[in-house]
């Protein structure tokens, strides 16, 4: 069902007015009213029988698990997520040594695996405390701004105070209890954002089951004893964003990855990928709950099979009218599977569906099955043609190891964005390559 006239009209007049509330909070839309809304999310885990449904409960009692080990109670009233401060050496920048970054980061992998195994049998432990490292890595790292001349952020051990970074600043989240202590250890021999860069990388490889996945390391980020932006200037992109359209909730995913962080439209399907690890939250972004695939404590190509293998339906509100008006259909700008409890962004479905609108309609649907010849593409309103990206997406999703292998050098790029490494001068400086001397 298409909108009539006046109530585009409407829908434009509302998005004006709340232009600026939308724009201070990507994150917030409309409250899902749908029969198929909230109700229906937190449903959708009983369907399964599998923790790939995220419970806020369990995160509760994870987090109060991990706040009551050895290593994760003190808080550094000086050290905050926009704010690196090291205890150790009251606030005085590590001396980088080879030595030093050698001990470091082999008692950091020791430690940090060490308390992973506390958490072995609780995959949904395993999937916040992978998902919030390696989500960390990229808000540190993506934070850089090419087009700005001002901008000297990136990976530098600060995350600004906005709205992309809900989830990584909270008292509660692991970053807090659990990495602020075990990096107050070793800070006085590396960095904040060499220590944040470091546990991405031992989360992607330690939740690869094949254990194939190395992901080169580098060492040199420089902390950064401030880092401020704001919604409107952070390059990190929004869920809503479409790979190529600006919209009026945020930036394009080129904008964001090609222009502003300096990384390719290959590096956006790859590092996209990340998503088969952890899940989106109500707690921090109160439309959807739920997890990208079945395993999202594990990291494989199953984030792209799930895109791909089945039906994706968009989330939509009903939005009362004002008096004289009738309500009509707004977007969620989320979506989910029509045959699992999995989720979707609109940006993991622009670089397998090429949206290059917002969704917005009851009954829109995408997948390699949808339009009426059973084949691939979206409809309502129709579009059968691939974004340049499909074919990348589906090499993933039918070869884990390409994915792993793609995955990896990938990841380094992003980690290092800003600096030069092997060899070249960044605008943030450059980086030593790590080889381990154990
Ligand atoms: C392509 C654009 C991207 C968008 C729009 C996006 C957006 C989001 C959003 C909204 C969440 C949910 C956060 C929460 O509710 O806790 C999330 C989670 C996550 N993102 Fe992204 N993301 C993108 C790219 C990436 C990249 C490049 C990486 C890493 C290489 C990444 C890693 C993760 C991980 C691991 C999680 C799970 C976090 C957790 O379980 O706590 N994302 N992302």
């Not at 009233?77 to 040594?97: A, D, E, H, Q």
């Not at 394009?252 to 590096?267: A, Q």
């Not at 990340?274 to 494989?300: M, R």
């Not at 009954?363 to 990206?389: A, D, K, R």
Request: aromatic residues 10%; charged residues 10%.
């Amino acid at each position: 069902m298409f909108l009539s006239l006046p109530n585009l009209l409407l829908t434009a007049l509302i998005q004006l007015l709340l232009l600026p509330n939308i724009q201070s909070c990507p994150y917030l839309t409309s409250l899902d009213s749908s029969p198929g809304g909230q109700l229906a999310a937190s449903n959708l885990r009983g369907n399964h029988g599998s923790d790939y449904h995220h419970d806020n409960r369990q995160l509760q009692s994870v987090s109060s698990a991990s706040s009551s080990s050895p290593t994760s109670s003190p808080s550094y009233p000086t050290s905050t997520s926009s704010n690196p401060f090291c205890v150790k050496t009251n606030g005085r920048p590590p001396k980088l040594s080879t030595k030093g970054i050698q001990t470091a980061v082999k008692a950091i992998k020791t430690l940090f695996y060490g308390q992973l195994s506390a958490y072995a049998n609780n995959t949904l432990a395993l999937s916040d405390i992978f998902g919030q490292s390696i989500r960390l890595a990229f808000h540190d790292a993506g934070e850089i701004d090419l087009t700005n001349s001002t901008n000297f952020m990136g990976p530098d051990g600060c995350i600004s105070n906005t709205s992309p970074n809900k989830g990584l600043k909270e008292p509660t989240s692991f970053v807090v209890t659990l990495l602020e202590p075990l990096w107050q250890k070793y800070c006085d021999l590396i960095s904040r954002g060499d220590f944040w860069a470091l546990i991405g990388k031992l989360s992607v490889e330690k939740s690869d089951p094949t254990g194939t996945i190395n992901i080169p390391y580098y060492y040199g980020r420089v902390d950064k004893a401030d880092c401020i932006l704001s919604d409107a200037t952070n390059p990190l992109p929004t869920p809503f964003a479409l790979l190529n359209t600006p919209t009026s909730l945020g930036d394009s995913l080129v904008n964001s990855f090609v222009n502003r962080m300096g990384l390719t439209v290959n590096d956006i399907v790859i590092l996209s990928g990340a998503h088969t690890i952890g899940h989106v939250h109500l707690q921090n972004n109160p439309i959807v709950d739920g997890a990208w695939d079945d395993t999202p404590h594990v990291f494989d190509n199953n984030y792209f099979n799930f895109l791909l293998n089945s039906q994706s339906i968009a989330r939509t509100s009903v939005i009362a009218g004002l008096p004289g008006v009738p309500a009509f259909v707004s977007s969620l700008n989320f979506w989910k599977a029509n045959n699992s409890a999995t989720i979707r962004l609109n940006s993991d479905m622009a670089i397998a569906f090429g949206l290059n609108f917002r969704p917005h309609l009851t009954s829109q649907e995408c997948s390699l099955t949808s339009v009426p010849t059973n084949s691939y593409g979206c409809i309502n309103p129709l579009s059968t043609t691939p974004p340049s990206t499909l074919s990348l997406v589906q090499l993933y999703a039918a070869n884990n190891s390409a994915f792993l292998a793609d995955f990896a050098p990938s990841f380094t790029k992003m980690s290092n964005l800003g600096y030069g490494f092997n060899g070249s001068t960044g605008k943030l400086g450059s980086l030593t390559l790590f080889t381990p001397a154990y």
